[in-house]
């Protein structure tokens, strides 16, 4: 088994509702389990557009190799109704792997770590929760400029 961060996001139709499923979804992966999830919370979108968005940090175990991992969360956006019509369109659901155990991969379809996770407050808060150790207070005062408000 490896741990593994994912990172939830969502700012189209009942996004907490979407957010919410998606993390017990995603623990119901072949062989992935659910270790531990965050609060939701609520940001303004980040280099993106649309309406506010909900977003959350789960850590699962998993046998799933990253690849795999990947195809199955990129499979449960499609299944909740994920377009890409552009670069950062609003979307349904947003499903990103932060942390796939010590693993450093530089593929043309998956980088881990997550190549953005450190600037990104709607990582890194919800992530400090759940998991101070990976999150020092420099890289939160980092994004401190970036509204984040827990919501559930």
């Given at each position: ?48 557009t649309g309406p ?101």
């Amino acid at each position: 088994m490896v741990q593994v961060c994912v990172a939830f996001g969502a700012n189209l139709g009942e996004a907490q509702a979407t957010v919410l499923q998606a993390i017990q979804d995603v623990g119901a992966l072949a062989t992935s389990q659910l270790v531990k999830a965050s609060s939701l919370y609520a940001s303004a979108p980040h280099e993106a557009t649309g309406p506010e968005f909900v977003n959350a940090v789960a850590m699962y175990d998993t046998e799933l190799p990253p690849l795999a991992l990947l195809d199955a969360l990129q499979n449960l956006e499609k299944t909740a109704g994920r377009e890409r019509p552009y670069l950062n369109a609003p979307r349904t659901l947003d499903l990103d792997i932060i942390f796939y155990g010590d693993i450093a991969l530089d593929s043309s379809r998956l980088t881990l770590p997550h190549p953005r996770w450190q600037k990104r407050a709607f990582v890194l808060v919800p992530l400090a929760e759940i998991s101070p150790d990976k999150v020092s207070p420099a890289l939160l005062s980092s994004v401190a400029n970036q509204s984040v408000s827990r919501i559930g």
